[in-house]
């Protein structure tokens, strides 16, 4: 096989008339290659984050600056002025699979966040009547949201899981689908 051949053999080759390879035309064109980054949940407008009742002005990418075992992470305080929790969202390539590990996650519960089938989770050893997480699935990607509330909060006034889906629900139009 001719060196040049062989080295447009990914394109496709034809022998010309005079034995000289050369690429194809009828090579079909390889498809947009995917994503090597998840969605970035800091591009959610601020007025949408606002209008969920989240602090705009409070946003976070990533968790100290930085994202975390291939999530892209964002995170805001709920509104002034009782700032009573944190609510993250943070997206990566998994499955739902991802929070059916019992090393980090437990009770597990199907449930419905706006118009998506989600799965509820907590995380090991948090207080369910503080904190809560869903996860649901958008094309390849893993959404993830979760609401800890305040160490600063005694009692929340609030049901962190009806909380969550709350606020989840108010943003569902701004995340992928």
């Known amino acids: 096989m001719p060196i040049g051949c062989g080295l447009l053999l990914v394109l496709g080759c034809s022998t010309a008339v005079d034995g000289d390879a050369l690429a194809d035309d009828t090579s079909t064109p390889t498809s947009a290659a995917a994503p090597t980054t998840p969605w970035d949940p800091c591009t959610i407008p601020d ?65 419905r966040v706006g118009t998506r089938d989600a799965l509820r989770y907590q995380q090991l050893s948090a207080d369910a009547s503080r904190d809560c997480g869903v996860a649901f699935t958008a094309g390849p990607e893993l ?4 609401l800890i509330t305040s160490a600063l909060v005694q009692q929340p006034s609030y049901d962190p899981c009806t909380e969550l889906s709350t606020v989840v629900a108010a943003l569902d139009s701004e995340l992928p689908s």
């Open 47 to 111: 007025e949408a984050i606002e209008r969920a009742g989240l602090n705009a002005s409070t946003k976070e990418s990533g968790i100290f600056g930085r994202d975390q075992n291939g999530f892209k992470i964002c995170g805001w305080e709920s509104s002034p002025p009782d700032d009573e929790y944190f609510l993250r969202i943070f997206v990566g390539f998994e499955s739902l699979d991802f929070v059916d590990d019992p090393s980090y996650f437990d009770r597990l519960q199907p449930v």
């Open 143 to 146: 959404i993830r949201a979760t």
